[in-house]
């Protein structure tokens, strides 16, 4: 069965895929651009320590402070008995009252035996008048303060040490067994103690032991919730999550910016590169979005691509004219062959049927020499990107290239001088073989045009950074107009008396391919000396 033979349908390339939503490029900068705001979620947990710090530092205040109110009582409080000392009940609550008034902690006396003898959240108000406060207006909260409220509620649940403790109950009658801090003090100790209200709150208590004439005569209990505590870390937390707000919102805006402003551009020139792969027929008429102004990379790839683009198009026009001007000139022999061998058919004379044959002779000549020049400029191209220049001696391939010519054979055939000018050294990076390409077809073309016996004189020289030399004949010269003319591929423009077909019109033109891809160039000009005659100079980097 046969294959089917592939379309050009088949061979286009696929479309693009549709925009996504969010490129990955903009996800990626907008992951690391949010990684530094992220760390302070951090700053939770540090200020969970922060507050786990303060409970410490306020029971130790307090145990200072019960220290400071029991020593006062040990020595003010003390009613001596006959064999016993215990604390005077009425001396020791209006001590107690006067010691605490200063302080926001509430303090429970007990005595020796567990009873309680004075709380000073019912002793505080005796004495005083009416005390008038003004209270704060009702706290009426914005949208954004409730959603960050809200907000708070939520982290601070995920963020928060969560502690296992004891829940506080408060006794109608209480007694010294029913708080272990008040146990350990009637035993001479000074004990502390965390407890969980029924509000959510901490409730810090140490107990100290109340002595006279050392004997422990009593225990003070101080107790305050972690009210003030957990305004301050919520305050320092709010603070943080506005902080958090403010610098997350800029960051996302300026990731998006970050990213529109290289993600964008790089779009539209992977749209523009799609169209120019999936393009018809001539390019020319494509551009690429022009970003150069922008003055950092994605201008300089802009720019890339529009040069790549230009050298593509410049490629391709020349490939066309290249193919048009290979089937003209190959059309040219084959009609004269054509036209040769039908009239042959015809003719029975056997010296035209001789002169048809030398004629039929001279166009497959002619086309051999036309197909093996165009299959050399075709393969040219790649051979000269693949390939690595070496460092050659100019000099000694013009030698060499001079001495091919010294066994000629031939009547008033132009004699070939070699000058050297300066002391060189004359290298330059090549490829010998190419460059010795050059020098003969140089060479060819100046016999072709060199009267009998003239001289063909090849010059070397070094000038600044370029090593040039060029080869002078003695001929007519090349008119003005067509100086640049004469590189063109097929040009042709020979001597009367040199027998037609015998050269492609490709040498120049192939010379100038190889002086350019070495960073060089090739130039025509008339000979201003005498003898008159044409001089084609190449320069090489060195």
């Known amino acids: 069965m046969a294959r089917r033979r592939p379309s050009d349908e088949d061979a286009s390339p696929p479309k693009r895929a549709r925009r996504r939503v969010m490129s990955p490029l903009t996800r990626r900068i907008l992951l690391i651009n949010l990684a530094a705001p992220m760390l302070l979620a951090v700053a939770f947990l540090y200020l969970d320590q922060f507050r786990l710090g303060l409970i410490e530092a306020r029971t130790n205040s307090l145990q200072y402070e019960a220290n400071l109110i029991a020593g006062a009582l040990g020595e ?37 035996d567990g009873q309680l003898l004075a709380d000073s959240s019912l002793l505080l108000a005796a004495g005083r008048g009416v005390v008038t406060r003004i209270l704060p207006p009702p706290n009426v909260q914005t949208p954004w303060d409730k959603a960050l409220s809200e907000l708070y509620d939520k982290v601070n649940a995920l963020f928060m040490t969560t502690l296992d403790l004891p829940r506080y109950t408060e006794f109608p009658f209480p007694h010294a067994n029913d708080y272990a801090e008040t146990r350990r003090a009637l035993n001479g100790e000074v004990a502390s103690g965390l407890r969980e209200t029924g509000d959510s709150r901490l409730l810090i208590s140490v107990g100290v032991p109340v002595q006279g004439l050392r004997k422990v005569v009593g225990a003070l209990m101080l107790s305050v919730d972690s009210q003030e505590i957990d305004e301050r ?27 529109g402003a290289i993600v964008r551009p790089i779009h539209r020139l992977a749209e523009a590169a799609d169209r120019v792969r999936a393009a018809k027929g001539r390019i020319a008429h494509l551009q690429i979005p022009d970003f150069s102004s922008r003055k950092d990379e994605i ?5 890339t691509l529009g040069g790549m683009l230009q050298a593509l ?38 010296g035209m049927r001789q002169r048809l044959l030398a004629v039929m002779q001279d166009d497959v000549r002619r086309m051999d020499r036309l197909i093996s020049d165009i299959s050399e400029a075709s393969r040219l191209d790649a051979e000269l990107g693949r390939a690595e220049a070496n460092m050659l001696d100019i000099a000694a391939m013009l030698e060499s290239v001079i001495e091919s010519y010294a066994n000629r054979s031939g009547k008033d055939l132009p004699q070939l001088d070699f000058r050297k000018h300066g002391k060189g050294p004359f290298r330059a990076p090549g490829f010998e073989s190419r460059l010795g390409q050059v020098a003969r077809n140089l060479i060819d073309n100046a016999i072709s045009f060199s009267p009998p016996n003239g001289t063909i004189t090849v010059n070397l020289r070094r000038d600044g950074g370029m090593v040039q030399f060029d080869v002078a004949d003695e001929g007519p010269g090349i008119p003005p107009d067509n100086l640049e003319s004469v590189f063109e591929r097929f040009y042709t423009e020979r001597p009367s008396s040199e027998a037609f077909g015998l050269h492609s019109g490709l040498g120049l033109s192939i010379a100038r391919q190889i002086v350019q891809s070495l960073g060089g160039d090739i130039r025509a000009e008339n000979r201003s000396d005498r003898p008159s005659g044409a001089r084609f100079i190449v320069r090489l980097p060195v």
């Open 313 to 350: 198009s410049q490629r391709l026009d020349a490939i066309e004219h290249f193919a048009a001007d290979v089937a003209h000139e190959i059309k040219n022999p084959l009609t004269s062959l054509r036209s040769a061998m039908e009239t042959f058919a015809r003719v029975e004379d056997p």
């Open 299 to 303: 201008g300089d790839l802009s720019a």
């Open 233 to 259: 870390v919520r305050a320092e937390r709010l603070t943080i999550l506005k902080l958090f707000a403010a610098i997350l919102g800029f960051t996302v805006l300026a990731s998006l910016y970050l990213a």
């Open 76 to 112: 003010s409080a003390i009613s001596p008995q006959e064999m016993t000392t215990a604390l005077d009940r009425d001396l020791a609550r209006q001590l107690l009252r006067r010691l605490s008034a200063q302080s926001s902690a509430r303090a429970r006396l007990f005595d020796a």
